[in-house]
């Protein structure tokens, strides 16, 4: 009897800091409830030079599935940077207003109606931010402000069904909504259960007594988390309708954007030569090299030259800062030139670009990289 693997789907990771665009050095593994849900399904999964691809067994026929799946199905890859420190530095995790911070975790998720069989267009799965990681059963304890008399409980899972926070003294299944009143100290304890559940994406709400009004609200993914804390996580969703779970092979696309920020470089005299009273320093754009689609810069001067307010090692030092956030690529920005006047005389002709290893600050709202030439 021979052994067929027909291909189930494919996942393109991309990143467009990169010149091939793929997104490098990114390690997933299925959840466990995952890992046990493909063992059943005798379905595989490989990573490729660009992703993941998922292969099913099959009869003879090379498309019926030997021990086929009932739906609704989930399938939950956990995904870690080998160096995290580097993605973060390169990668916009933002999502519009919400800002990425600790605590969040990035989500990719598909959408069956939007399933594509088209390997050149993909399905782009959509993202959003979870308010973290928890196990099926956890513990909590939170104050409002103003402090209520009492808040009403609501859990609903990914399909928006109400689901029971837990049990009661004697086993029975809390009703929606049940309401606790906080301690003297205006703590809130609430402890949720919801072991037997599958493993997914749960909203967890404190309403007012009256339930007219949302008081705080939570998405958290329920499940068994890695040994290691992962740091994403990617979801395939298959429906019974419409059914593409053994259907034409479909392609997927999770997508990662490069950051921008504001450049700003501090010039140190380093060597105490140059008058920075009588000399003019100016950065100045000489253009771009290649295809890599970088814009047009300029720079503005921050404060008197040398700056009254800062200094490098107690060194006198000129700041200046991008008029706009420049994005940034694995091919570096060339032909950012550090000149002086009078003379015209160009002191560097290619300044640094910033550190992947530096973090990003934020400074007026803003991102802001920081770059520490001496002169």
Do not use: C
């Not at 609200?217 to 053994?246: C, D, T, V």
Request: a negative charge.
């Amino acid at each position: 009897m021979s052994i067929i693997y027909t291909r189930l789907g494919e996942v393109a990771l991309r990143h467009d800091f990169y010149r091939d665009g793929l997104a490098k050095d990114l390690i997933l593994m299925p959840s466990a409830e995952t890992a046990h849900l493909m063992k059943n399904g005798k379905i595989l999964f490989r990573k490729t030079p660009g992703g993941i691809v998922l292969l099913y067994r099959a009869e003879d026929d090379e498309t019926t599935p030997l021990t086929p799946l009932a739906l609704p199905q989930s399938f939950f890859f956990f995904f870690k940077p080998e160096n995290a420190g580097a993605f973060l530095q390169v990668t916009d995790l933002n999502n519009g207003s919400e800002e990425f911070q600790a605590g969040k975790i990035p989500f990719f998720q598909n959408t069956p109606a939007n399933a594509s069989t088209a390997s050149e267009n993909p399905e782009e799965l959509s993202y959003q931010l979870l308010d973290g990681l928890r196990p099926k059963a956890f513990s909590m304890q939170l104050t409002l402000d103003p402090i209520p008399a009492s808040v009403r409980i609501k859990v609903r899972n990914a399909a928006g069904e109400v689901v029971s926070a837990g049990k009661d003294a004697v086993g029975n299944p809390l009703p929606d909504g049940y309401e606790i009143n906080p301690d003297e100290n205006g703590l809130f304890r609430i402890l949720f259960d919801l072991k037997g559940k599958k493993e997914g994406v749960y909203t967890f709400t404190l309403r007012n007594s009256g339930d007219t009004d949302d008081l705080w609200s939570k998405k958290y993914w329920l499940g068994e988390s890695a040994s290691a804390q992962p740091f994403g996580l990617i979801e395939l969703r298959y429906q019974a309708a419409p059914n593409h779970l053994y259907g034409a092979m479909e392609y997927y696309q999770v997508s990662f954007s490069r950051k921008e920020s504001r450049w700003t470089y501090f010039v140190v005299n380093g060597n105490n030569k140059i008058d920075l009273v009588a000399t003019q320093l100016q950065i100045q754009d000489q253009g771009n090299v290649g295809s890599v689609p970088y814009g047009s810069y300029a720079f503005d001067q921050i404060g008197a030259s040398p700056n009254a307010d800062i200094k490098i090692n107690n060194l006198e030092t000129v700041v200046f800062r991008s008029q706009s956030k420049i994005p940034y690529f694995e091919i570096p920005k060339l032909n950012f030139q550090l000149r002086r006047t009078p003379g015209n005389q160009i002191l560097i002709p290619n300044l640094p670009n910033p550190s992947r290893s530096a973090p990003t600050k934020q400074s007026g709202g803003e991102a802001n990289s920081e770059i520490y030439v001496f002169i």
